[in-house]
DNA sequence: CTTATTGTATTAAGTCATTAATACAATAAT
DNA sequence: ATTATTGTATTAATGACTTAATACAATAAG
């Protein structure tokens, strides 16, 4: 059973998920990906939700698949390693983002930040 | 017409909003808060919409309200401010929790940050 | 006292995500 | 050829969020 919350659609937090697997490399290129009725049980989800997620990873180009072999990672490396790029990007300007709006100056953050990181998670 | 997108329920992004403003003092402890009406209508969602935010912030302690007065920020200015660092801390975490999940190390982060950080947003 | 403002409650309808239960289609494995 | 696996499609039911349209209650303001 995944940890998936009830605040955002489950299906699109599948696809966040899987999505940073591929970028990450904890899967890889042409790896094989379970099948959805496997995916389904082991995120503890109905096999029609699993579905629209691979079905979405499939429009953005993470993954491919032919009809009985199940779905592979993409074989373009490339395009992963542009969006891991894009994702850090979006995701430090975000984070900058909403910590100026809780009124934390530019200077502040970076400091805060090497002592969270310093003290380890 | 507040910037609200379709992913996430409404309500909790309006609760959001408003919570960001107080913390980050935009809205001053004691001050005036329009309306349930009239912040429909800045929003440009259902009263009912708006309401249920309302209910939500007041449940969390950042605002009160009696009867016809409307509702005012609360007072509790230490309330708020350990909110604010609860949040910043939260904030942080997360981020360097999301940047860990896409494969950057601890040492990577920093220096990529700075860099946003320098060339302004 | 009367009126306007504000919070609150109610009922109904529509949309969307999710679950559920099946069924069918294509093909790899035997 | 037969079977099992996998992807895909369909239909229905449920629940949450949202909009809509009102109505009522309390009280500040006149």
Not at 35 to 45: F, H, I, K, T
Not at 71 to 92: F, L
């Amino acid at each position: 059973m995944w940890k998936l919350d009830a605040d955002r659609p489950i299906y699109m937090q599948i696809v966040e998920r899987i999505e940073k697997q591929i970028i990450s490399g904890a899967y890889g290129s042409g790896d094989r990906i379970p099948s959805v009725r496997e995916l389904a049980a082991q995120a503890g989800v109905n096999p029609n939700t699993m579905q629209r997620a691979m079905t979405e990873l499939e429009r953005k180009g993470l993954i491919a698949g032919h009809r009985t072999r199940g779905r592979v990672v993409t074989e373009d490396r490339e395009m992963i390693e542009e969006r891991r790029g894009y994702m850090a990007k979006e995701m430090i300007r975000e984070f900058l983002w909403q910590m100026r709006e809780l009124g934390f100056d530019k200077e502040e953050i970076l400091p805060l930040l090497r002592q969270e990181v310093t003290d380890d998670v």
